[in-house]
């Protein structure tokens, strides 16, 4: 078919939208690792893991120890998310078998509303509520324990919503089938909805995961950003994305690009685990 | 490549003044034949039919006419079709007005979600009609001619997917015919339409036997025996449709040549 | 059904309600915190006039014609990206291409982008390399990336919903495709359209990471998209964390913040409810 001249037009300009588009994120990770080269190749990466400490505005001759905001970061992950999964899923299980019909209606609207709260939110109310609340027990309350509570409040959402989906698509021969064996709910629940639907609640837990280890305002407001290896769940850390928040905006040169090392290390975490989506997931990460 | 009608001495009948013909036309989609190897002449200014039991093709067979087999992926066209003696498939043929020309009206009314003056505009811009004086006289002559205009004069504007299934088909029907096309194919228009519309569609396409050169699909062996000048059988045979006889409607009827026919005809197969 | 198959029912029963109270609890907790605190700030003053003291008296004026022009720019360069890279998957390359695989990968990619590599980005890239420096410019451009992937697969979804009748009616009057696009598939699509700009919009108004390197702290009002603004989110943070008695502020821009994100969200559901209707029509 010979196109018209209108068409071909548009065909150019659709093209150009797209491979704007698609080409996106190629220029991101690209400026990244271009930033970050200078610090790679003279630091190395050996003193970004051993070094005695975080002192990067000192040059090539300062200390690159990113290894107590990796720690934060993972501490502050788990944690988040050995709250939010089990109370997700429970929140979905609550929804699709539990309550009652008007109830899981509301619940389900009242997840959606979480998941639409700005983290700037979760983390001011952290700060003024929530902190001085730990802090009665234990000071400085700016903590690890503070940073994963918000974090789990802030991706349990993702997690119910998607675990969910997951129960909702399961066929409804499934569940025919287990009444007409006489199962009981909570049977038919363990052994027979669950297992199944165990690759979408997988997949929405990574990416809930994800979530958590990318966010900055809220961890950045709550946790106190000291720059250490913490040993207790009442110790102040500082992750790796408030890290780059805080030191960002006065870094120069050699220590800019240690802050794009931290972007590309977080970049790396966040890409491994959606490529765990893409294996757990048939359908695409993000809806 | 020549642009004079050929003589097709494999044809069953000649006819002086074909407007389509097509020679060892086949359609195939990704595994298998749809239509195999066909030769068919359509007389211009006059009605044909097409009938056959379902999937032998004769909707394949239409959307060749039109070239709307190149929107399917993964379907093929080989063979030729003539449209006034100019072969449809060459390449560097303008298909935006092969499918003017060629006009199309599907089973289920399609008209767009939007008024039904836009219905009619719409396809005359693109086809050249900037005018506004000139684009309200022909939407009003198209809607005349379907006998729709006195209906929906009083409310143009209004969307036209609150007209009903028949007033919807001949919307779609004026739609097309405001483009002045030479042939009109129509794929079963009847059938999605309650017993009154289909009465009232099918005088309309009686009334275009004059003007345009027309192929109906039906499944109504006695509307094509009404309305036909000239009906063909399609059948499937080895998987692949093809075309089983082709007559002058009332002796395709009265006396048919093939076993097929006869028994189609009689209904005892089909 | 036997006896220790009903108490774990009973059990989980229990556990599920535990949980569900829980999560409401905590959700009425925040609400009922923000509202009660911030509601009082706010009056038609607040929101005309601009901060003072670094934002611990005055109002946010500034603040919210900064989010607006961020916003602006970010809407103005994201939805014809969008839309477009959209219209290209699914109405111009077939649906299962390599290319459009490719593309849809790198979108979900970009998608899982953490907003402060956003800023990382954004900081250098419309900062540095075009020479925007800290302003609205840089600010909108970055948040137009962010919210691409949300836009394009939202509109897809719309574009795959408009029916085959469309595609193959308007072909067969000889309509052109870009025709076909504008006229009958734009509007079938402006459902997914409408959902996603609600979701970019939204994504968008939240963000504060990608914006604190790009568009910046400067509270003035801007005179231009090449100065620098703040965006409301930002000036919650700064409020909250480097202002010491911003509280009150910050609780009360917050609750502006909340409402300005529940007032998108019920215009889009009546838009989408009157588009569904079909009460409008082009
Ligand atoms: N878009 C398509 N893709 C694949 N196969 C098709 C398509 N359209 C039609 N076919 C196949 O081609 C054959 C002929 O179909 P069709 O032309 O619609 O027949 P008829 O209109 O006579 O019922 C059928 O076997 C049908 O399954
Ligand atoms: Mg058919």
């Keep these: ?94 929804c699709r078998y539990y309550a009652p019909l008007g109830v899981s209606h509301i619940y389900r609207r009242l997840i959606e509303v979480l998941a639409g709260i700005p983290s700037v939110v979760y983390g001011f109310w952290g700060l003024v509520v929530l902190v001085p609340w730990i802090t009665r027990f234990r000071p400085p309350g700016q903590s690890l324990l503070a940073g994963a509570l918000i974090l789990a409040l802030m991706v349990l959402p993702t997690v119910a919503l998607l675990a969910e989906s997951a129960l909702r698509s399961l066929p409804r021969s499934y569940f025919e089938g287990a009444a007409a064996l006489g199962l009981g709910r909570f049977t038919t629940v363990r052994s027979l909805a669950l297992p199944a639907a165990a690759p979408g609640i997988g997949a929405g837990c990574v990416l809930a995961t994800a979530r958590a280890l990318g966010e900055t305002m809220a961890v950045l407001m709550v946790c106190g950003n000291v720059v250490q290896v913490p040993t207790s769940f009442f110790d102040p850390i500082r992750t790796l994305t408030a890290n780059i928040a805080l030191e960002m905006a006065y870094a120069t040169q050699f220590h800019r690009s240690a802050l794009f090392v931290s972007g590309l290390a977080l970049m790396g975490l966040v890409g491994l685990l959606i490529s765990a989506v893409e294996r757990l997931s048939p359908k695409p990460a993000y809806e | 490549m020549s642009a004079s009608p050929r003589e097709t001495l494999d044809s069953p009948q000649k006819l002086q003044d074909a407007c389509i013909s097509t020679e060892g036309l086949s359609v195939s989609y990704a595994k298998s034949y749809a239509l195999r190897d066909l030769h068919l002449e359509i007389p211009r200014g006059s009605i044909t039919a097409l009938v056959g039991p379902s999937g032998c093709g004769k909707s394949s067979f239409l959307k060749t006419l039109n070239r709307l087999t190149d929107l399917i992926t993964g379907c093929r066209v080989t063979g030729s079709v003539r449209l006034d003696g100019e072969d449809i498939y060459q390449s ?109 569609v099918e005088d309309l396409i009686a009334s275009l036997r004059e003007s345009y050169t027309v192929i109906i699909v039906t499944h109504n062996l006695s509307q094509a025996r ?41 209904g005892a197969r089909g | ?71 602006g720019v970010c809407l103005g360069v994201a939805i014809p990206t969008g839309v477009g890279t959209a219209a290209f998957l699914s109405e111009w390359i077939p649906r299962k291409s390599r290319v459009g695989r490719w593309i849809r990968r790198s979108l979900d990619l970009l998608a899982a982008v953490p907003s402060i590599v956003f800023g990382l980005f954004g900081a250098v890239f419309f900062g540095e390399v075009l020479g925007f420096g800290f302003s609205i410019l840089s600010g909108g451009l970055t948040l137009a ?81 090449l100065d620098s603004g703040r965006s409301i989110s930002v000036h919650i943070y700064d409020l909250a964390m480097n202002v010491p008695g911003g509280e009150a502020n910050a609780y009360a821009t917050a609750v502006v913040l909340i409402l300005l994100l529940i007032l998108i969200n019920s215009l889009a559901s009546w838009a989408t409810q009157t588009w569904l209707g079909g009460r409008s029509l082009p």
Excluded at chain 3, 41 to 66: C, E, K, M, N, Y
Aim: charged residues 15%; proline residues 5%.
């Design chain 2, 92 to 200: 560097g043929f303008d298909v935006l007005s092969l499918r003017r020309r060629v006009g199309m009206i599907f089973q289920k009314p399609n008209p767009f979600p939007l008024s039904i003056r836009r219905n009619l505009t719409l396809p005359l811009e693109e086809h050249g009609t900037q005018d506004s004086a000139a684009l309200a006289a022909k939407t009003e002559a198209a809607l005349r001619d379907v006998g729709l205009w006195d209906e929906v004069k009083d409310r143009l504007d209004s969307s036209a997917m609150i007209l009903s299934g028949g007033q919807q088909q001949r919307l779609c029907i004026a739609r097309a015919l405001a483009l002045g096309p030479e042939v009109v194919l129509l794929d079963e228009p009847c059938s999605a339409l309650d017993p009154l519309s289909s009465a009232v």
């Design chain 2, 226 to 266: 009404r309305i036909a000048d000239q009906t063909a059988l399609f059948w499937l045979e080895n998987g692949a449709g093809t075309l089983i006889e082709t007559a002058p409607t009332e002796q395709f009827f009265s006396q048919p040549q093939h076993r097929l026919t006869k028994e189609y005809v009689s």
């Design chain 1, 1 to 94: 078919m010979s196109p018209s001249r209108g068409d071909r037009w548009l065909a150019g300009a659709l093209g150009l939208a797209a491979a704007l588009a698609g080409g996106a994120i190629v220029l991101i990770l690209a400026f990244l690792v271009i930033e970050a080269w200078p610090a790679l190749r003279q630091v190395g990466l050996s003193r970004f893991l051993g070094d005695s400490g975080w002192l990067p505005a000192a040059g090539p001759d300062g200390n690159f120890n990113l290894v107590p905001m990796l720690a934060g970061t993972v501490a502050v992950t788990a944690g988040a998310m050995l709250l939010a999964v089990p109370a997700g899923v429970i929140s979905a299980i609550f």
């Design chain 3, 145 to 225: 990336l962010m919210v691409l992937p949300i836009l394009i697969r939202a509109t897809e979804a719309g574009f795959r919903s408009a029916s085959e009748e469309l595609r193959l009616g308007g072909a067969a009057l000889g309509l052109r495709r870009a025709t076909i696009l504008r006229h009958l598939l734009l509007p079938a699509a402006s459902h997914g359209i409408v959902v996603g700009l609600v979701l970019g919009v939204g994504r968008a108004l939240a963000e504060t990471a990608a914006l604190i390197f790009t568009s910046g702290y400067v509270t003035r009002m801007p005179s231009s998209l």
């Design chain 3, 1 to 71: 059904m036997n006896r220790s198959s009903v108490k774990a029912d009973r059990t989980a029963t229990f556990l599920c309600w535990i949980v569900a109270f829980a999560v409401t609890g905590t959700f009425f907790w925040i609400l009922w915190d923000l509202l009660g605190h911030g509601f009082k700030g706010i009056s038609w003053s607040f929101l005309t006039t601009q901060p003072r003291d670094a934002g611990r008296s005055g109002g946010i004026s500034s603040v919210l014609v900064s989010t607006s022009l961020i916003l």
